[in-house]
Each structure stands twice: as C-alpha cells, then as structure tokens.
C-alpha cells in the first residue's frame, strides 16, 4: 500500500512504490521535486558540497612511490603487497593507473606516439583524470621520447568534474616545471555539450581512465516477469530525511534509448521469444518476481557529446571488465564499496531496501 504521503501526489499515486531508507543525507535531493536516479546519483558523487568526488582527500588514491615490480616474486607476494598498502593508505580502492605508475601511461603515451600524425601538433584530452598521475606520466614519456619539436607543441587539456582532483591534477603535473606550458585543466563536466564548445574536426586522443563506469546510472523496475519497465525516481519524504522510490512510465528520452541499445525491450521478437514470454505471462500471474535493471546512461550522454564535439577523436578508455562482490540487486548493478563512509551513499539507499547490510559504511 502507497504511504500516505503520497495520497496528496495524486499523478504519482497510481505508479508508486516506496522503500524508506535510513542512511540518507537529505541535501542530495535538493527541493521537493522527484529526480531520476542518474541525477541523485550525480548529486551524490559530484556535487560541490558534499559529492565524494569533491573531497581534497581519498577520493583517488594516490601511491606516495611506485611499486618496485622487480622485487616482487609473482603473484602471491605482489596481492601481499597490495594488501599492505591498502592497510597503509586506509583508502577504498587504487586505479591502475596509480598502481603501475608510471609504465600504465607511459604504455598508453607510447601507442600514441606510435600511431598519431605528427606532423600535426598533438592534442590530448584526458577526462576524469583524478590525480594527474596519468597526466604526468604522459608528459614524462614525451619529454624523454618524443621528438622534441612534439613535446614542446603538444597541448594536453584535462576535462575534471571535481574541483579539488582538479587542483591536485596542477600540483602532480607541476612537478616537472617544463610541462605546465603544455597542461591546461578545465573544470567541468565533460558529458555537458556545451562546455566542448562548436565542434572541432581536427584530429585528437581522448583518454578516460576508469571514468565511464563511474558516470550516473539510471534503474528501471518491472513489477514481475513481463510487465513493462519503469523509470525509478527519487523523492524525499515529506519533513524526513529519507526518501522513497517512485515508478514511472518510461518516459526520458535517455533511459528509452539506453534501454533500446541494451536490447531490454525486444522490437522484433522470434516466434521462441514470444512463446517463452507467454509462458512467463503465465508463470508471473503465480509467481510475480520484480526485476530492476541499472542503465548506463551517463556514459551513452559522454559518448553522445564527444562525438558530436570531436568527431575525428581517437577514444583511450579502460574500465573493469569484472566487478566482485557485486551486493546490489539488478542486471549491472553497480559495485558498492564497503570501506570509506558516505562512498556511494546512494548505494546503500537500494542495499537497505533489500535489507542487506553492507558491511562497514556508516
Ligand atoms: C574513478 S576516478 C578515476 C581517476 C583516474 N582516471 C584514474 O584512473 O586514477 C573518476 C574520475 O572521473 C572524474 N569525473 C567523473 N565524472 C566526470 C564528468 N562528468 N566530467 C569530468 N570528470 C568526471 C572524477 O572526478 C574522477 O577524477
């Protein structure tokens, strides 16, 4: 049964479900308006006051020196390693770029040396570069293996959401005074189109190290095995600090394109699909089992936009490609991290509704 805050939301009453939440820090939904998901998300990684993202500290990992890999033997003393410097550092996770600095970007510089025209002068945007560690370490390998008309007219621009890692990313790159000349940052977010500017054909390197996985999903809810989908939005509670879910049609253009290139809603089903699904008709009349689905729709709106910005881009990303200990219910259910508080606090909103416990955040 709807609660009885919702009776005076009449539009919204009919589609509603609510899952009350006890660890919720109501400035993340600002206003009395219902938000999508992507948008809690959002606020509650970047937003400038209390976004994770925002913190001067621990945000991004840093490695105060590299790892010496030739002292390590194999595997087992390398994971040894690691567990000593996560004890260290006290800190929720390092990116590889931090763990195999410098070889991580001085790799990724080397492909760009040996693949870009040269005889044009190289321009690289870096997005969400956390710390400037791979920013450096670009630098780095072309002041020592580039030709030098290259490194002295290249132009290295970083796109950072985060104003503080963008602070951070001048004083890592300023370590070698010779690069400031060629480091711009912007601090912006980089899936805004409009912060790109008119579009721009000349040729360039994009590079997003673990940046598209940790850009906004959407959720959507199906009430059993063959009911449509749902847009999830989030609203407060009436005078409370917590929040509940709403369920809508789908209805943004971006979770109804999301969820075509994901291939959620079949267009031309096979004569198998519509007999499964009929069967499932059936069986869900018995036995309704809700589904939830997470959407990556941030990365399709940075994908979108840079397209359409820099169409000539050659595009670096990595990201994992496996996500362990994954607690969250729902197809690509994001990863929530158990050790630094207020971290993907949104995720523990969806943990509780499924009154799962997640071990260590407070
Ligand atoms: C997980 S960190 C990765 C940092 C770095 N690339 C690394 O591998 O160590 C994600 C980075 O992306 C940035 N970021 C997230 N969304 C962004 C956006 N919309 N525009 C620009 N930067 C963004 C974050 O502030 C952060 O610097």
């Not at 609660?3 to 109501?26: D, E, G, I, N, Q």
């Not at 948008?39 to 991004?60: C, E, Q």
């Not at 729902?330 to 050790?339: T, Y």
């Amino acid at each position: 049964m709807a609660p009885a805050y919702l009776a005076t939301v009449p539009a919204l009453r009919r589609v509603a479900r609510w899952a009350p939440v006890a660890l919720f820090s109501s400035g993340i939904v600002a206003g009395d308006k219902p938000v999508l998901v992507r948008d809690f998300v959002k606020s509650a990684l970047y937003d400038p006051n209390h976004g994770y993202f925002s913190k001067r500290s621990g945000p991004v990992g840093v490695l105060d020196s590299a790892i010496r890999f030739n002292q390590l033997e194999g595997r087992s003393s390398y994971m040894k390693h690691l567990d000593k410097l996560y004890k260290k550092h006290d800190i929720a996770w390092f990116t590889p770029v931090e763990l195999f600095k410098p070889w991580y970007a001085h790799a990724i510089a080397a492909s760009i040396l040996r693949t870009a025209n040269l005889s044009v002068p190289l321009k690289i945007y870096e997005i969400g570069g956390g710390s400037g560690t791979c920013a450096k370490g670009v630098l780095d390998y072309m002041m020592l293996n580039a030709p030098p008309k290259v490194y002295n007219n290249m132009k290295y621009i970083s796109v950072e959401i985060s104003s503080s890692l963008a602070e951070k990313q001048l004083e890592t790159v300023g370590e070698v005074q010779s690069h400031l000349s060629k480091f711009t940052v912007e601090h912006r977010d980089a899936t805004d189109r409009t912060g790109w500017g008119s579009k721009n054909p000349q040729p360039c390197w994009v590079l997003m190290l673990e940046v598209l996985d940790n850009l906004p999903h959407d959720l959507v809810y199906s009430k059993d095995q063959v009911s449509p989908w749902m847009e999830v939005w989030i609203e407060k509670v009436n005078g409370s600090s917590q929040v509940s879910e709403v369920y809508k049609p789908l209805q943004d253009p971006l979770v109804s394109r999301c969820s075509e290139i994901v291939s959620m809603n079949e267009q031309n089903p096979s004569l198998r699909e519509k007999l499964s699904f009929a069967a499932k008709g059936i069986f869900s009349k018995v036995f309704p089992k809700p589904r939830r689905a997470w959407l990556p729709t941030g990365c399709l709106k940075l994908l979108d936009t840079l397209h359409e910005a820099l169409p000539s881009m050659s595009l670096i990303a990595s990201d994992f490609s496996y996500l362990p200990d994954v607690s969250i219910p729902g197809d690509r259910a994001p990863l929530v991290s158990s050790k630094v508080t207020r971290i993907l606090l949104f995720l523990t909103i969806w943990c509780n509704f499924f009154n799962k416990a997640v071990s260590g955040v407070n």
